[in-house]
């Protein structure tokens, strides 16, 4: 049986929205809103209207239990998805520690896949 590397995750993840700022940095910058459809420990999936390019840095403001958690990413995987849109795999590559409590406080409870 072949098993993809989106099955192979170091940190659990699970379906949640939550509205999310993303603003793309350095050249072109950009911000958008979008929702999360994914969200883990490690990263976090969205869709957005248009890519933002694998590798891209962007800066996240995601609204999870009326806080804000802020947090730096990379663009892993970009996939079009059945709507029209993109859908936009990220890895955090900073996030507070109190940020990361609060989305530890998301699994509490939850089924992870």
Do not use: W
């Amino acid at each position: 049986m072949h098993t993809s590397g989106k099955n192979q995750r170091r940190f659990p993840r699970i379906p949640a929205e939550h509205a999310v700022l993303v603003k793309r940095l350095g050249p072109g910058e950009s911000e958008v809103l979008a929702k999360t459809k994914v969200v883990g420990l490690g990263g976090c999936m969205f869709v957005n209207d248009e890519p933002l390019g694998e590798g891209s840095a962007i800066e996240l403001l995601m609204s999870v239990r009326g806080q804000v958690i802020k947090t730096t990413a990379r663009v892993v995987y970009e996939l079009p998805d059945t709507a029209g849109g993109v859908e936009v795999g990220v890895e955090f590559l900073f996030i507070s520690d109190r940020d990361r409590q609060t989305l530890e406080a998301l699994f509490a409870g939850r089924r992870a896949d």
